[in-house]
Nanobody, 121 residues
């Protein structure tokens, strides 16, 4: 099985920056892709950005040019550099991984518990 733990959330002023991290741990798994989603109060969870193991990325229109997703495949760690933050970026940010369980070769979809990002003056 795979477990995900996010870190790096917090309170930041508008225009500021934060870097989120997500570490995947477990045994006998291979990551296929990872991504960041967010859910603001009263809204549905939405994709922020994702990245394949090969490095292909995609971003929500609302964060293009401000957020950068990256990964360290050797460490099974995902990052999200968030710059020029706006109050509307306030949300719980969740890490997601799509992975192969090498014990039975099934495809897993795993979520982290989330980390809160608050953008406010």
């Amino acid at each position: 099985q795979v477990q995900l733990v996010e870190s790096g959330g917090g309170l930041v002023q508008p225009g500021g920056s934060l870097r989120l991290s997500c570490a995947a741990s477990g045994s006998r798994f291979s990551i296929l892709a990872m991504g960041w989603y967010r859910q603001a109060s009263g809204t549905e969870r939405e994709l922020v950005a994702d990245i394949t193991r090969g490095g292909d990325t995609r971003y929500a229109e609302s964060v293009k040019g401000r957020f950068t997703i990256s990964s360290d495949n050797a460490k099974n760690t995902l990052y999200l550099q968030m710059n020029s933050l706006k109050p509307e970026d306030t949300a719980v940010y969740y890490c997601h991984a799509r992975a192969i369980d090498e014990t039975n070769w099934s495809i897993l979809g795993v979520w982290g518990p989330g980390t809160l990002v608050t953008v406010s003056s």
